[in-house]
């Protein structure tokens, strides 16, 4: 069996991770709808993920001759549609696509855009989604037949342009910066600004109103660092901008920052209070998730709590060393 299939037998079996009811019938299928989209400033909307499962805030933004697309939604069919509206706002003017970084829900649309805009990521997403992408689409298959069916005639796009650490692109009178922030929710992942709005764009870095999203899969899908996650999100917070667009849930402003940099900096300071004390993984799980389910008890995916913990005491192993 290749590395592929390995990851994508072990993450099948931690599908619950994904907050992904086991029944079939009660999860939602993953479809974005062009319904509700928001403009956050001139010419820069935000097509919203409505709470549904396995979809992202999708972003638009528009320069006078360039308008760029963050995220394409799960699959060919959902990219279709935010192509078709992406072409209606643009008005003629040249498409770019970027994502925020390769999971499913976020790049595994890509190839719909073949031909109409120009596609452009980051040296380690364009990795991530050649090595990892074909065992996460199998894994994710595994989740039920609503999202079986979305990635249904799904081929991984390769980018037109592939940067490594940062991208200003000049859209006509606004430039987005891209930015590859290092290894943390994913190796790959990378935020877009938009200075002259405020406006920052973070991928699953954020999500609102939910607890960290660890892909924590050892032995094959160990690259989630809560460490580096931290450092990533002290350095965005300090920056204040005035609208955050998480990966999911609703767009705040800098307090979603503050949130999650709060969270991790708890959860690893928590979980690395305990170690020190040579307390047992399991019971550091169950103490972490009763005290941050105190703090936080409307979030959701508390299942994430015990992903973050056992991402933590590896990384304080190698602290220790």
Known sequence: MDASGALAMELGRTRNAYGVAMAEHTMPEPVVHITGVRELAHDLVVIPERRVQ????IGVIGGQHSVLVVETGMGPRNAEKVLEFARDYARGRKLYLTTTHFHPEHAFGAQVFAGEATYLVNRDQAEDLKVKGPGYAEMFKELG?????????????????????????????????????????????????VPDADVLFTGDLVEAGQFAIFPWFPPYDTDVSGTRWLAVMERLAAAGPRVVVPGHGDVGGPRLLADVRDY??????????????????????????????????????????????????????????
Request: glycine share 8%.
């Open 54 to 57: 396995l979809v992202p805030n």
């Open 145 to 193: 037949e609503p999202v079986a069916h979305q990635l249904e005639g799904v081929e991984l796009a390769r980018a037109d342009i592939v940067y490594d650490q940062a991208y200003d692109l000049d859209l006509g009178g606004r430039v987005v910066r891209l930015r590859a922030t290092g290894r943390a929710h994913s190796k790959g992942d990378q935020v877009v600004e």
């Open 264 to 321: 991790l900096r708890l959860l690893r300071d928590e979980t690395w209070v305990r170690r020190d004390s040579a307390v047992g993984e399991q019971a550091i799980v169950e103490e972490i998730s009763a005290l941050m389910i105190q703090r936080h008890p409307d979030w959701a995916g508390q299942e994430w709590i015990e992903k973050g913990v056992g991402c933590l005491c590896s990384e304080h192993r190698d602290v220790a060393r």
